[in-house]
């Protein structure tokens, strides 16, 4: 398997990036290039938006929120749900006029939407002015064909190749300083019926175990102290090498680097949290005590139907085994409600799961049909209107659950990192191992620190505290 290519290998021969450099001195409106990136969707589409900006980077570009100012303008797009394919649609449209008044801009859209057909074709109709289009398989050919885009003075689609590689090398200019993902592998096999990522991002390869290691004490030597290991299935890390290593093996070598730092972890799949990887984290020094498990349904006929491969049971002896092994764990769930076919019933045996489990907190979701998914084929009888009442009721008994979960925090005292200063003067906002958010009085230079923090407070799913 060809698995050790860098990106060196094919921007280095023609060096795409220096001649770049050279058209975008020219073309900028500006002393320096500027480009404007925005980010739809995952973690993993945050990840690869920080490549994107470590090679615009080395074209000498500099970075501004304000697509007005922009010479290149790039949307790195979300396919997982309709509402984030719409508001792209949308928000493309809106950058006609300043294409119009300046002609010079490049328009570029990337990510998971890049990756369907009838999104690129309609994209091709209907938006002319967009010059660039390259999908989740062709980030590290992006300085050519930035390149080509900006001299060929025709559009360049490049979408539709998975090439199964995986590619080292492409720098990286990460958008914090002390918090910074650090993805692990790419694609997904499991073909969950309703999910489109398997299609956008293709199949499961993993990064090689030294470059994950290595890139892991390279951040943790720079100052990194919340690092989260990202893949859309963690659990199965290794599972294409020929001399097999397993995920729990990983995160066991990551935790012996020297230093003070908390790693975290996503997303688990149950069908493949081992009681290894649970016993490693128990026994772990900075691995955080939290756990992202999606359960999506708590009924074991719809879970089949989602092609889930586990049901509430196994489900269930996991994340009992966890909170056994790992004192003070956080536990998170995605939810889907209204898969094609779910009954009210079946639907209450996912809220009574969430009551069972009791959550932290919860990422919940109403089933948005995605074209080409075998879901989107499946009889779909009840209304949205009806689904809404069913996700609001979810929703009231997490709140529940969350203000309880806080309320059991207070009077105990914390580790939490320093994120930034909240809206309220003098207050810092951090985290704790679990990501609980605290708020508590404090100086700026605290941000980017841990600090120790005693819980005076608990407002829903918010704390307050104060420095110990
Ligand atoms: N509709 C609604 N939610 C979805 N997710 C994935 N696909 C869909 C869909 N078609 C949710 C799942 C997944 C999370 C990232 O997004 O809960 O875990
Ligand atoms: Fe989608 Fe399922 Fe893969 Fe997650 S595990 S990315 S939900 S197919």
């Not at 680097?257 to 949290?273: A, L």
Request: aromatic share 10%.
């Amino acid at each position: 398997m060809a698995n050790n290519i860098t990106y060196k290998d094919f921007n280095d021969e023609k060096n795409y990036t220096a001649m770049a450099s050279e058209v975008m001195a020219i073309r900028a409106r500006g002393d320096v290039p500027l480009a404007c990136i925005r980010t739809y969707g995952c973690q993993q589409n945050v990840a690869d938006s920080e490549k994107i900006k470590g090679m615009l980077s080395d074209m000498g570009f500099d970075f501004t929120e304000k697509a007005e100012d922009a010479d290149f303008i790039l949307f790195n797009t979300c396919a997982v749900r309709e509402h984030a394919e719409d508001r792209v649609f949308g928000n493309v449209g809106a950058l006609k006029n300043i294409k119009r008044k300046h002609p010079s801009v490049l328009i570029g859209l990337c990510g998971c939407m890049m990756e369907q057909q009838h999104v690129t074709d309609r994209l091709y109709k209907s938006f002319p002015f967009v010059g660039l289009v390259f999908g989740t398989h062709s980030l590290h050919r992006f300085p050519e064909l930035f390149y080509n885009a900006v001299t060929v003075g025709k559009r360049v689609y490049e979408t539709g190749v998975d090439d199964k590689t995986v590619y080292e090398g492409i720098p990286t200019r990460r958008d914090g300083t002390f918090k910074g993902w650090l993805p692990i592998m790419y694609g997904c096999n499991n073909f969950c019926t309703y999910c489109i990522v398997p299609y956008t991002r293709g199949r499961e390869r993993s990064r090689k175990f030294e470059d994950v290691v290595n890139e892991a004490r390279d951040m943790i030597r720079a100052g990194y102290k919340d690092i989260t290991l990202l893949g859309q299935n963690v659990n199965s890390y290794g599972k294409n090498f020929e001399e097999k290593v397993t995920f729990a093996q990983l995160l066991e070598e990551i935790d012996k680097i020297e230093g003070d730092y908390w790693i975290r972890f996503m997303t688990s799949h149950p069908k493949d949290c081992s009681k290894e990887l649970i016993d490693v984290i128990a026994n772990s020094k900075h691995i955080s005590s939290h756990l992202h498990l999606p359960f999506q349904s708590g009924n074991d006929r719809v879970l089949k139907a989602m092609n889930r491969s586990y049901n509430r049971e196994k489900y269930l002896d996991i994340v009992n085994y966890a909170k056994e092994k790992i004192p003070d764990l956080s536990l998170t769930s995605d939810i889907i409600v209204g898969f094609p076919g779910e009954t009210y019933d079946e639907f209450l045996d996912t809220l009574s799961l969430v009551k069972e489990v009791g959550f932290s907190s919860l990422f919940t979701f109403i089933y948005s049909p995605r074209e080409g998914t075998p879901a989107a084929k499946m009889d779909d009888p009840y209304s949205h209107e009806e689904k809404t009442k069913w996700f609001a009721e979810l929703l009231k008994t997490q709140e529940e659950i969350s203000a309880k979960h806080c309320a059991a925090m207070v009077d105990k005292v914390y580790k939490v990192l320093v994120d930034g200063k909240s809206d309220k003067d003098g207050i810092l906002t951090a985290r704790t191992s679990g990501n609980i958010i605290v708020e508590f009085p404090g100086d700026e230079s605290l941000v980017g620190q841990f600090a120790n923090v005693k819980i005076t407070k608990a407002r829903h799913w918010i704390l307050n505290g104060e420095l110990v």
